[in-house]
């Protein structure tokens, strides 16, 4: 499943269920009527539009409704809170390519490839809703087989969390042995990715059931709980910055992999930017230590990038002493030897998880 982009994805927030506009167009399907209708009136919109006549009334889903049983398009303000012209006529560039065939449909599928707004095309014949926004077209799924989609997604992303645990657990555990290999890092963030994009997926579902997917959004929510703050930091701990490749370059690249790509240990290795001309996945690596420092309770992000900066690597932070971390910048005595109690009981339970 391709994920929607953004502009689709606000879209389809507009007529969830729940939203006045989604009550007005289940209001022209049960009159089994059909409608093309344009959400924005800016300049670009009037520009092609012909004949109908000006309303700027504001909306509700009986005038929706009503205003539908005309031949014309229906032309709503940009945030569809208001009916700005109704029975008009779209003329939309006879260039532009459309793999519709049916009058509406090709006229919505154009308009949307020419302008910036998004475009619905109820279906009188075959009941369908559907929304138009630039290239993209998505047809409006009924409430239960969104839900049953996105149950069947929670389980699937339930068992890719628990194996993103083992994997993340395992790293943490070698990282205080000293044993990472980049094979074992590239794993995480593999692991990482993909729960990432089965919650894109059952996201777009959430925004497409609207007031029905409440219990689904809360689900999501405790499955994801830490995941994108813990790619963040695996990315902090190994990737090497250059003058031209910083974080946001290396998680954008991780994040605009395909799946082939992302199956693909050493692409995603290559993220990491590591010194050498080829990516060798045996080859040892050190953690700087971010994301183990970033487990210790109320230790401010500041002061864990002050450590890393002083100590530069997670290895030689575990060796420093209490006095050598009340030496970085800001830490102090107490938070110091908070730190050393810390890392020593994650270095413990790290290595019994593992060898238990």
């Not at 996201?203 to 995941?227: C, F, P, T």
């Not at 002493?321 to 890392?343: C, F, H, N, S």
Request: net charge negative; with cysteine; charged share 25%.
């Amino acid at each position: 499943m391709n994920r929607p982009s953004p502009e689709l994805l606000k879209a389809l927030a507009a007529v969830a269920p729940g939203t006045p506009l989604r009550e007005g167009l289940d209001r022209i399907l049960q009159a089994s009527k059909g409608a093309l209708i344009v959400i924005g009136d800016g300049p670009e919109v009037l520009n092609i539009c012909s004949g109908g006549f000006l309303l700027d009334a504001a909306f509700s889903p009986q005038r929706l409704s009503e205003l539908a049983k005309m031949d014309g398009a229906i032309i709503l303000a940009s945030d569809a809170s208001r009916i700005a012209r109704a029975n008009v006529h779209l003329v939309p560039n006879p260039n532009v390519p459309t793999s519709e065939t049916g009058t509406r449909h090709r006229t919505a599928e154009r308009v949307a490839r020419s302008i910036d707004v998004p475009v619905i095309s109820v279906s009188e014949d075959m009941a369908i809703i559907a929304v138009y926004v630039g290239d993209e077209k998505h047809p409006l799924e009924s409430i239960p087989r969104l839900l049953v989609r996105a149950n069947q997604a929670l389980q699937t992303l339930e068992r890719y969390r628990e194996r993103l645990d083992a994997v993340t657990a395992s790293l943490s555990a070698l990282e205080v042995e000293d044993l990472v290999t980049l094979r074992d890092v590239v794993h995480v963030l593999q692991r990482t990715e993909m729960v990432r994009r089965i919650a894109d997926e059952i996201n777009a579902d959430i925004v497409q059931l609207g007031v029905d997917g409440r219990l689904v959004a809360l689900q999501l929510e405790e499955l994801m709980g830490g995941v994108e703050d813990d790619r963040r930091l695996v990315m902090l701990d190994y990737f090497t910055p250059e003058t031209e490749w910083h974080l946001e370059n290396a998680m954008a690249a991780l994040n605009n992999m395909s799946t082939e790509e992302l199956l693909d240990s050493t692409a995603v290795g290559s993220t990491l930017h590591l010194p050498g001309t080829e990516v060798d996945l045996d080859a040892s690596v050190q953690p700087r230590g971010y994301r183990l420092l970033s487990r210790i309770p109320r230790l401010p992000e500041e002061i864990v990038h002050r450590i890393v900066q002083r100590f530069g690597t997670l290895q030689k932070i575990m060796r420093a002493t209490v006095e050598d971390l009340d030496e970085a910048t800001g830490v102090g005595q107490a938070r110091a030897r908070a730190i050393k109690e810390g890392l020593s009981r994650l270095a413990e339970s790290s290595i019994l998880d593992r060898y238990s």
